[in-house]
């Protein structure tokens, strides 16, 4: 078991090398949750378990230049895709104010914040997930200068620990292709402090699984996360919903080793429906789909039951829609998206995404 308190810095590490100045930069992907994760208790902790898959197209590039300074403080410039963004540095700097505990040397540098996405900035794809992610890789590329000795395992667990204080799902976007978060009695080593890769065998049928995100809506969301999250705080359903999580969970754990594809598409959908149901019964209630989201369901709907081809879709957040299929079926599925999907999207654009790996240093 680890606790929070591991990942303290000066308790852990008191013979820490002096390092005066430096550059990293990281890659971080966005991740899509198949066992959703919706609502949370104190400190970022997750009410229930979740499962994701990492992406590999969608993702935050973000380089941190540190030099050390005389006096303690958190001091910090940001710039997105290489100028000054004001309207970023709020999260950037409860970010570092929430992992302040567990990195105390941050108070010892000004540090340049320098970050792009790789997909479109207003798409509606939420990039706080990649973002924290790359944070987090980046903050602890310092820690492992001032601390060589560090262990990988350390590194990648309190990476993801710091980038779950920055936003829930980033951190699922730190390592593997599968990633579990949030104690789970049948997934080994999971917990509700970090993202773990799943620790078992998952069927081929699975390997390069395909993500299309069909942006549907490419505007700001009327409700944040944030505001969804605490609705879940006297939720009439929000008991049974936290148990069926973590049965679902404990099914889909058991779908990814044995590669069963039927029963693959009816939890997934499931999963997406039932958190857009969270939504809609939530005191205030509220709407995240669109006409257009519902659209192309019932097109997904209609071509698996024509074709047989094992396609199904997931929500995150918002209107846009996840299609997600096996590799195997790429060509068809395309041809179905351009086709006939396309036409519900803003501007007919789409993102061909796929299964990834997480985070990589880059230089
Ligand atoms: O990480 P947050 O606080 O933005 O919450 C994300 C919640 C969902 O995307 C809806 C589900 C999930 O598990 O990613």
Redesign the pocket.
Known sequence: MTNATDFIFDVQHKAATTVASGTFTWSAPS???LV???G?KENQIPANP?L?FTLSNCKTITTLTFTKKEEKGIRFDLLFEGKPKEEFKPKIQKFFERILPYCSYIEDYHFTIDTTNTFPHSSGI?S??SGMAAMAMNIMALEQALHPAMETSYFHKKASFLARLG????C?SVVGSIVVWGEQADVEGSSDLYGIEAPFAVHHNFENYQDVILLVDKGEKQVS??V??DLMHNHPFAAERFKQAHQNLSALKQILQTGDLTRFIALVESEALT?HAMMMTSMPYFILMKPNTLQIIEKIWAFRAKTAIPICFTL??GANVHVLFPESVKAEVLEFIRADLSVFCQNEHFIEDKMGNGALLIK
Request: glycine share 8%; aromatic share 8%.
């Open positions: 991740n899509i949750a959703k994760y919706w949370k979740s994701s939420a706080s997930a936003s829930g799902s980033a699922r996360s944030t969804g999250h958190l995150d957040a």
